[in-house]
Structures are given as structure tokens and as C-alpha cells.
């Protein structure tokens, strides 16, 4: 097997899960950095529109490798998808969610991005428009108020034995099963 067969096929949990896990050690050992993302937004507001207040009033040049670890993420992304990704692959899910998508009027069979759901005509609806800007505006002011996202309290926070990322990160996957289940169903009648 060559290293494009080995990226492309799928990976299991025991080894992305630890090898996710060893991020948190490693950036710490390097450079005694914590693992995090919305800290980003902060940098970049920072950097770019300074307005005086005492939240955006930091060097946040020593917090550039931040915006660099980020900026690799949305470029691995893309690399993977671009050229990682072999020609018709097709998501793999779980035959129930399979059937609730073909339920919905999405096909489950198509690339990695369902055209239904991503795409300029399924933002189109009012729902969903209203679904995504009040959701990310949520996330980000309660990322922040969290003082971290899933990433910098379920990752980093847990590893390190922090009492509030274990509250977080229960809380987290409390509301993620709540919008699947609830929110989600209702938005799908509104794709099709």
C-alpha cells in the first residue's frame, strides 16, 4: 500500500484518537503552547481592527504560530479534498443516517458534500440562512465565553485535568445531540 492509498482510505479511532491526543503534549513540550482554535478569532480581530478594547489590547504577534497552525488546517483541508480525495468517493455513514438523508429528498450516495446542503441554493431558504447565522454567532460568542472551544476544552482542557473543559465538553456534546436529533430533522424539511 502506498502513502495516497493509505491517506485515502478511512482510519480508525485507536489510532486518530491518540494521535489527535498527542498534539496537546507536543505543543507543550515545544514551545509550552496550549492547544486551541477560537482563540484565533481573537488574534485576528487583534491584528487586524484594533479598537482600544482591553480584550484586543495584547501583543498577539507571540500568539502568531496560532494563526499559522490554523491557516495549515484550512490548507490541509483543502489538499485533501482537492487532491487527496479520489474521484466519486462517497461519504461513509451509518445505513439509519443514510435513510433519514434519503428521506429528506438528499441523496446519500454523492461526493463528500451533499449538493442539498451545501450549496448556494440550500443556504437560499430563510430557515436555514437564519439557522447558520444565528448558530455561528452562538458558537463563537459561546466559544468565548467558554473561554475555549470543543477543541481547546475537549482536547487540551481534559488532557491537562481542568474540572470546567469536563463541564464544557459535556455541555458540548449535550447540545450537539440535542441540534442532531431536534433542530436538524426540521431544517432538512426545509432543503428539499
Known sequence: MNIIDLLQSPWPWWVTGPLIGMVVPVLLLIGNRTFGISSTFRHV??????????Y??????????????VAGIALGGYV?????????????????????????????????LPRELFSWHGLATLPTLAVTVLGGLLVGFGARYAG?????????????????????????????????????????????
Open 45 to 54: 480581530w487583534a491584528a487586524t481592527a484594533p479598537c482600544g478594547l482591553a
Open 56 to 69: 484586543f489590547t495584547y501583543d498577539w504577534r507571540a500568539e502568531s504560530w496560532n494563526l499559522v497552525f
Open 80 to 112: 485533501a479534498m482537492a487532491w487527496l480525495t479520489p474521484a466519486g468517493a462517497v461519504t461513509h455513514m451509518s445505513g439509519a443516517f443514510a435513510g433519514e438523508l434519503a428521506r429528506a429528498g438528499i441523496d446519500p450516495h454523492q461526493k463528500i
Open 148 to 192: 475555549g472551544c470543543t477543541g481547546g476544552h475537549s482536547i487540551a482542557g481534559i488532557a491537562s485535568f481542568q474540572r470546567a473543559s469536563l463541564v464544557a465538553t459535556l455541555a458540548f456534546m449535550a447540545g450537539g445531540f440535542i441540534v442532531a436529533n431536534a433542530l436538524v430533522p426540521l431544517l432538512l424539511e426545509h432543503v428539499r
